[in-house]
């Protein structure tokens, strides 16, 4: 059965340093997302991605934060200058169209120091 | 704005007994309405959606959900608990389509007692 998938499954990062997370969506999906969940909260909504740009945005996702699809298999989330409270759960999800279901990956946990 | 109430964030139960997970949802136009499931190291994994139509809604693993629109509830529930739905569930909603933002609960850890 078709999976999402990420890497690395964990991430450690000094602060300040750039780290990017990579995911690869199911292959003929097209509607792509980053949720986050920091320790003992909600996941949260980051950013949404269809046709190369993005569709929907959170107020989490500032400047620090961008996303690409480099290739067609892969799907990546940057933080060019993590904080601390960057650490987080990173899930990737996609979607066939818009009318279907999200399926996540299994997540990556990044933690700064 | 959307928001997702999750009653008991630790439920136990025995196994055999009655699971019911309780979610109340907040959306100024219809909602869509999801039930996902995490087990330990994984994903996400869907478990039931509602979108239109028939307001109770079947999902896998034996689990169902009625959407309740006077009460603005969406309660996941499963007639015997088994071992193995030892997990994390969310209940997430959507306004705008499922391929839209999912807004999410703070999730319900569900212990089962042998």
């Known amino acids: 059965e078709p999976e999402v998938t990420q890497t690395p499954s964990h991430q450690v990062t000094q602060m300040g340093q750039e780290v990017i997370l990579r995911c690869v969506p199911i292959?003929?999906?097209?509607?792509f997302y980053w949720y986050r969940q920091i320790l003992g909260q909600k996941v949260e909504f980051l950013v949404s991605f269809y046709n190369n740009e993005i569709s929907e945005k959170s107020e989490i996702f500032d400047d620090q934060f961008s996303v690409e699809r480099p290739d067609g298999s892969n799907f990546t989330l940057k933080i060019r200058s993590t904080k601390l409270e960057d650490s987080a759960m990173y899930f990737c999800?996609?979607?066939?169209?818009?009318?279907?279901?999200?399926?996540f990956g299994p997540g990556t946990r990044l933690t700064v120091l | 704005a959307q928001s997702v109430t999750q009653l008991g964030s630790h439920v136990s139960v025995s196994e055999g007994a009655l699971v019911l997970l309780r979610c109340n949802y907040s959306s100024s136009v219809p909602p869509y309405l999801f039930w996902y499931v995490q087990y330990p190291n994984q994903g996400l994994q869907l478990l039931l959606k509602y979108t239109t139509g028939a307001t109770l809604v079947k999902g896998i693993n034996g689990f169902e959900a009625e959407f309740k629109k006077s009460e603005t509830s969406f309660h996941l529930t499963k007639p015997s608990a088994h071992m193995s739905d030892a997990a994390e569930y969310f209940c997430?909603?959507?306004?705008?389509?499922?391929?839209?933002?999912?807004?999410f609960g703070s999730g319900t850890q569900l212990t089962v007692l042998p």
């Open positions: 997430a909603v959507s306004d705008l389509g499922s391929a839209r933002q999912l807004t």
């Open positions: 292959s003929n999906h097209l509607y």
């Open positions: 999800a996609s979607s066939e169209n818009i009318y279907n279901e999200q399926f």
